[in-house]
């Protein structure tokens, strides 16, 4: 029982670690696309229209436009659940835990059904 | 200028209350973004949602260090309710939502019962469970977490496995449906039927939430319901929030935390039930 315990929590660590990574670049590109839009004194989009596309997210930061900085930024930060799955589904293969590696995938498919449902629908 | 400090301070609040909670901050964020900035309810229920996934993914950070959050729970539960979400989503429209309005809120209003229950220790606080249920040791749900305000290990055994999923089946439908914050319950089912204590239900249900809110979340930001310019200031503060909410969280008393609920709780289900009947507040 404790070598289980202190080996779920070493890989818990190693989860931990990987999402802070992926919470940080969110949050940084959400500050740097902030920090743009007060220095341009706006989002470099009017109010209702900003880039909702992949296309125009990337060409709106080549043109260092905040609003497009943020939007990818909220993208990132969308993915970290998705990130935090898949790291799970890793954890539970390493403990040798099959019945949570199905369990965890099963719930990785129907992540990605509902974000493809939010792609399509567009 | 002025709206970002708002956005942020709002956001830290929300952030904070959330993850002691295990609660979305919808219930802060929403009425903010309408009530103060005016904004259209479909981009407030843009950036709610990534509010949600803020709070989650905040809040989880600094859980998965110490131990409180039940990772097995979580997916296996997670099951139940993105399938309910995805089956409330299609369902729109379909089915009526009146009765369903009620149906939840009332069972809000019976979680509310039974926490003023636990809080005045007609029921034991630090329920162990009898560690009878066959699924959950099936599932190996039974799980431990070190409790930082009471200095103790709590080992805990999860009850009513089936009745957990299936409350979770229909509070991923009644999200999908209604569109209503599935925070509350997802703890109330952890709590109230599962018997876990309520701080392993809040941290697994901030889990479980930004997971759930991901997979509905893609249908607003192509959709163009998530305002740059809101969302950004709005999910800065809530990381830093849920973030230092998360380890007050841990020192906190359960009792503390239960005190806080209720009322939210209350409001919850009394919004719900009323709305069931057509009077919105």
């Known amino acids: 029982m404790t070598d289980k315990k202190a ?3 070493q890989i818990e660590l190693v989860i931990g670690k990987i999402l802070r990574i992926g919470v940080a670049v969110s949050a940084t590109l959400l ?3 902030m920090l743009l839009a007060i220095i341009h004194g706006g989002t470099g989009y009017s109010e209702y229209q900003f880039p909702t596309t992949f296309t125009e997210i990337f060409s709106g930061i080549a043109a260092f ?7 990818l930024g909220l993208f990132c930060l969308i993915l970290t659940p998705v990130l935090r799955v898949v790291v799970s589904i890793y954890a539970f293969a390493k403990e ?8 965890t ?4 498919v129907i992540l990605i059904i509902g974000m ?5 629908k567009k | 200028m002025q709206q970002i400090i708002l956005l942020l301070a709002v956001g830290v609040l929300a ?3 959330g993850s002691i909670l295990g609660i979305g901050g919808g219930i802060i964020v929403t009425p903010v973004l309408t009530l103060a900035i005016g904004l259209d309810i479909k981009y407030a229920i843009g950036a ?4 949600v996934i803020a709070t989650s993914s905040g809040a989880t950070i600094a859980y998965l260090k110490d131990d409180m959050l039940n990772l097995r729970v979580a997916m296996f539960l997670e099951i139940a309710t993105t399938v309910g979400a995805i089956i409330g989503a299609l369902l729109t429209g379909i089915v009526p939502t009146g009765f369903l309005f009620i149906l939840f809120g009332a069972f809000l209003l019976f979680s509310t019962y039974n926490m003023i229950q636990k809080l005045r220790g007609k029921v034991a606080e630090q329920h162990v469970g009898a560690g009878e249920d066959k699924w959950a040791k099936k599932l190996n749900l039974n799980g431990t977490y070190y409790d930082k305000a009471n200095q103790e290990q709590v080992d805990y055994a999860v009850e009513q496995v089936p009745g957990g999923f299936a409350m979770m089946f229909g509070a991923g439908i009644a999200s999908g449906l209604l569109g209503i914050g599935s925070g509350v319950f997802k703890v109330t089912a952890m709590d109230t039927i599962m018997k876990m204590p309520l701080k392993p239900s809040s941290a697994t249900s901030n889990l479980m939430m930004g997971v759930t809110a991901a997979a509905s979340a893609t249908v607003y930001f192509f959709s163009g319901a998530i305002i740059p310019s809101v969302a950004a200031p709005l999910a800065i503060g809530i990381l830093v929030g849920s973030t230092v909410g998360s380890r007050i969280m841990q020192y906190l008393q359960p009792r503390v935390i239960r005190m806080i609920f209720i009322p939210i709780l209350l409001y919850t289900g009394l919004q719900m039930v009323l709305k069931g009947f057509g009077v919105h507040i």
């Open chain 1, 65 to 71: 436009k905040a609003g497009a900085m943020i939007m």
């Open chain 1, 7 to 9: 080996e779920m929590a």
């Open chain 1, 31 to 33: 500050i740097i696309g």
């Open chain 2, 48 to 51: 709610s949602i990534i509010a």
């Open chain 1, 105 to 108: 995938v099963i719930v990785l």
């Open chain 2, 15 to 17: 952030g904070v209350l």
């Open chain 1, 96 to 103: 040798g835990d099959y019945l949570y590696v199905w369990i």
């Open chain 1, 116 to 120: 493809a449902i939010g792609f399509i």
